[in-house]
């Protein structure tokens, strides 16, 4: 089992910058894929960003450029760097994660996922 928790969430204006973490525990080692999707209430989950065990990364064509995603091995920390933030970034974003799969592509996170955290909030105002 894996247990994750996220931080970081809030309000902002857009523009802005927020950096969202979450803290993994537990057989983390399995967790060959780790990620960030986005959903709102009633709408579908939309993956943002997600990195291999092999540091390989891939982004959802919405974020490109204005979010980064990292991971800390040794703190078993995964980062979601949110600069440029607009409006239509606000959502519920989840921490997740893909016991002994690679994410091929970003989607992966939020389709393909055997855990995943509580969820954190973000806002961006206009």
């Known amino acids: 089992q894996v247990h994750l928790v996220e931080s970081g969430g809030g309000s902002v204006q857009a523009g802005g910058s927020l950096r969202l973490s979450c803290a993994a525990s537990?057989?983390?080692?399995?967790?060959?894929?780790m990620g960030w999707f986005r959903q709102a209430p009633g709408k579908g989950r939309e993956g943002v960003a997600a990195?291999?065990?092999?540091?390989?990364?891939s982004y959802a064509d919405s974020v490109k450029g204005r979010f980064t995603i990292s991971k800390d091995n040794a703190k078993n920390t995964l980062y979601l760097q949110m600069n440029s933030l607009k409006p239509e970034d606000t959502d519920m974003y989840y921490c997740?994660?893909?016991?002994?799969?690679?994410?091929?592509?970003?989607?992966?996170?939020?389709?393909?996922?055997?855990?995943r955290g509580q969820g954190t909030q973000v806002t961006v105002s206009s």
């Open positions: 997740a994660a893909l016991a002994h799969r690679r994410c091929v592509w970003v989607g992966f996170v939020s389709e393909e996922y055997n855990f």
């Open positions: 990195i291999n065990s092999d540091g390989s990364t």
């Open positions: 537990g057989y983390t080692a399995i967790t060959d894929c």
